[in-house]
C-alpha cells in the first residue's frame, strides 16, 4: 500500500522558519516526482514546489526565495524547508507523488498544519 507521512508542521511566529519531511513507503521512490501542495483556509489548494527524481526544482513564486524543495531518495523522503514564513503561508501543506511515466498516476498525504502568526 501506497503511504505518504508528513511531518513538522506546527505553530510558528511571522519571519520564523520550518521544515517539513514527507516520507514515502510502497512506491519506487526514483520514479516519481514529489511535490508539496497547500490549501490556505476558505481557499483552494495550490501547488507550492516540485522536485524531479534528478533534482530539477519549480517553485511558486510567491514563495521563491523563501522555500526551497530538497528530497533524499536514500531515505525516500522529501523535504520542504521554509524561511521567512508570513502570515499567508498559513495552510495545511499536503505531499504528492506523481509518475514520471504513467500519467494520471498519484499519491497523496494526509497533511500537515502550518501557521505563521504572532
Known amino acids: 500500500q501506497v503511504q505518504l507521512v508528513e511531518s513538522g508542521g506546527g505553530l510558528v511566529q511571522p519571519g520564523g522558519s520550518l521544515r517539513l519531511s514527507c516520507a514515502a513507503s510502497g512506491i519506487f521512490f526514483s520514479n516519481y516526482i514529489m511535490g508539496w501542495y497547500r490549501q490556505p483556509p476558505g481557499k483552494q489548494r495550490e501547488l507550492v514546489a516540485t522536485i524531479s527524481s534528478r533534482s530539477i526544482t519549480n517553485i511558486r513564486d510567491s514563495v521563491k526565495g523563501r522555500f526551497t524543495i530538497s528530497r533524499d531518495n536514500a531515505k525516500n523522503t522529501v523535504y520542504l524547508q521554509m524561511n521567512s514564513l508570513k502570515p499567508e503561508d498559513t495552510a495545511v501543506y499536503f505531499c504528492?507523488?506523481?509518475?514520471?511515466?504513467?500519467?494520471?498516476?498519484?499519491?497523496w498525504g494526509q497533511g500537515t498544519q502550518v501557521t505563521v502568526s504572532s
Open positions: 504528492n507523488a506523481e509518475s514520471e511515466f504513467y500519467i494520471n498516476t498519484n499519491y
